[in-house]
């Protein structure tokens, strides 16, 4: 079965950090950019950040430029947000999604034409 596993959501208070896990079952991801997602209640999912197969190429929503750093480990077929200096504003499910061979480089923010999501983790920030 191919799939996208998020973790690493939770509880933190304002200020705080967690790190996001994105892992890949049954196929790898050497060939798929990813994009992280987050949908607050009542609110449209917003792109995040974006990265592309290689890691050489980093996208991030203005929102989170500056606190929030993609990165991924191929070997361990998993991709990982940082997130630093969280704010209740952040507060939303964040998902992550596929991208075969990088197609949606230039059009990473909108939500259709990735090929897989995963089903999301909770982020709360919160006092």
């Known amino acids: 079965q191919l799939q996208l596993v998020e973790s690493g959501g939770g509880l933190v208070q304002p200020g705080g950090s967690l790190r996001l896990s994105c892992a890949a079952s049954?196929?790898?991801?050497?060939?798929?950019?990813i994009g992280w997602f987050r949908q607050a209640p009542g609110k449209e999912r917003e792109a995040v950040s974006y990265i592309s197969s290689s890691g050489g190429s980093l996208k991030y929503a203005d929102s989170v430029k500056g606190r929030f750093t993609i990165s991924r480990d191929n070997a361990k077929n998993t991709v990982y947000l940082q997130m630093n200096s969280l704010k209740p504003g952040d507060t939303a499910v964040y998902y992550c999604?596929?991208?075969?061979?990088?197609?949606?480089?230039?059009?990473?923010?909108?939500?259709?034409?990735?090929?897989?999501w995963g089903q999301g983790t909770q982020v709360t920030v919160s006092s």
């Open positions: 049954g196929f790898t991801l050497d060939y798929y950019a």
């Open positions: 999604a596929a991208d075969r061979r990088n197609r949606l480089s230039y059009y990473w923010e909108q939500t259709t034409g990735y090929d897989y």
